[in-house]
């Protein structure tokens, strides 16, 4: 098939909704009504790929494409840093597409916190509860009714809809932040960093084969950034004009899963904490 030229096509393999959404659908996106997903080498039926094209959907008309003869897809945008943490200004061109995925939706119901089973499982340090189940159980002290989900175990319209009435979203770093672009404008992320104990990265031998405490300082050395580095989502929400807070991790248990240094089994926080910030939060949004 031949495209004219300037159509907007995806074209990137990777299995990662945040590298799609921030290395892809920002830079290539175009006012225009049709776009094209190269499906050569993807599987159409994994999570994140209907993720994209459930995205890519919000801002076209979006069809898969298994080859073109000839194309040309210009940039619009360059995208933004994701390695340093920089106070943005709200960028025009981001705010559009995320303009259009919201529907201009302002104001939230209620507190939202995303969850995983697999590996960042969340805790509340003092009472050892999951973070789910202790905020549950102290759900009278906060000033909006509270949900919680776990993303990746549902579809990305579940994903859209719990999130489009999100007053606060509350998540541990990871690509499941990626859909604060499906919460309202006035809705804030409250993000969970690994800034703490961040030591190795790749992790090295010795914690990764629990030779020493997660929480202890090795002899490993930081090949990609000498300090941590995971400004994506404090970044977007600046681009976004969205409040953020960030929530420092405590502490750590149940080893690396992987070289990747946030590969953490368990994470533990300040639930206390938190909830003031919550309250604090709701009262400013007022």
Partial sequence: ???????????????NIFHIFAFDII????????????SKNIDENSSV????????????NCKYIDKISTYKTKQFHSGYDCWKFIKYKQDPHITKIYS???????????????IRDDQRIVYENNTGLELETFLQENKDRLNASFLYCNFSKMKPEEQYDICHNARILISAHGAG????????????????NFRKHWYCDNVCDK?????????????????YRPYFH???YHN?????????????????????????PISKKKIYIDGENLIKDVNELLEKNK
């Avoid at 790929?49 to 076209?60: A, E, G, H, I, S």
């Avoid at 932040?177 to 969970?192: D, G, H, M, Q, S």
């Avoid at 977007?236 to 502490?251: F, N, T, V």
């Fill in 1 to 15: 098939m031949k495209l004219d030229d300037n159509i907007v096509v995806s074209t990137i393999l990777d299995n």
């Fill in 49 to 60: 790929q209907k993720w994209r094209y459930f995205v890519m959907n919000k801002l076209y």
């Fill in 230 to 232: 995971k400004a994506d």
């Fill in 236 to 260: 977007l929400c600046y681009l976004l004009g969205k409040k953020y807070l960030e929530i420092e991790a405590i502490k750590y248990d149940g080893g690396f899963l992987s070289k990747n």
């Fill in 100 to 114: 259009k995925i919201i529907s201009n939706k302002i104001e939230g119901k209620y507190i939202l916190l995303n």
């Fill in 177 to 192: 932040c990626t859909n604060l672009i499906f919460t309202p404008f006035n809705t804030p992320l409250i993000e969970i």
């Fill in 27 to 38: 830079k290539n996106y175009n006012n225009i009504s049709n776009a094209y997903i190269l």
């Fill in 207 to 223: 914690h990764l084969k629990g030779e020493i405490s997660m929480n202890e300082k090795c002899d490993g050395k930081l090949t």
